[in-house]
């Protein structure tokens, strides 16, 4: 059953307008600067938005968490806007996604730090990722960003389980949320 995009937002975003507000700067802004391709701006809600939310479902209560790579803020926007009460932090190379990031989360309580995940010195209960690298090399420069017992949660297509052969102790999570896409992302745990 086909479930409206105004149910969506309203069962998983305690404040939709906040939301609504990325999304508009996304599908502009976005745009404009080259974050996301202008193909993509009738498909913002599905294939960017909504594709974030399974993750969302993994986090502890009060955790911290680093999404690496943002690029145009996502995971990671999203993940702070459906959970408030995660602390969530941006880590971004390139100065100009860093610009559109410290725009896009004006008024919010989310840290955006401009770098490489391997020269962050913080750690975090949480990383998190989407398209960034393959899970090994993932592994290799973010592993360093998790306290112990943390865990390196990797948003992945329908590719997870070919990449998940190098690594044994890979955890394959099928998210299935009602009206959105199959989630799939592989935890890779620290100390397990």
């Not at 599908?27 to 913002?44: C, F, K, N, T, Y």
């Not at 990671?76 to 989360?105: M, N, S």
């Not at 490489?116 to 913080?122: C, I, N, P, S, Y």
Request: some cysteine.
């Amino acid at each position: 059953m086909e479930v409206s995009r105004e149910t969506l937002i309203a069962r998983h975003f305690p404040d939709p307008d906040r939301i609504r507000a990325y999304a508009t700067f996304l599908e502009s802004v976005g745009i404009e600067r080259g974050l996301i391709g202008p193909r993509e701006a009738d498909r913002i809600w599905e294939r960017h938005i909504f594709n974030c939310l399974p993750v969302t479902t993994l986090f502890s209560e009060g955790a911290t968490v680093f999404d690496i790579g943002s690029g145009a803020g996502l995971p990671g926007i999203v993940i702070a806007l459906a959970r408030p009460d995660l602390k969530v932090t941006l880590i971004e190379p390139l100065e100009r996604r860093v610009e559109f990031l410290q725009e896009a989360v004006t008024g919010l309580e989310i840290e955006v730090i401009r770098g490489r995940a391997q020269d962050v010195k913080t750690t975090a209960h949480y990383v998190t990722a989407r398209a960034v690298a393959p899970l090994e090399k993932l592994k290799k420069i973010s592993f360093h960003l998790l306290k112990t017992h943390g865990s390196l949660l990797a948003m992945k297509g329908e590719k997870a389980q070919e990449e998940m052969k190098s690594l044994p102790k890979a955890i394959l999570h099928e998210v299935n949320l009602e009206g959105i896409e199959l989630g799939r992302i592989v935890e890779i745990k620290k100390g397990a």
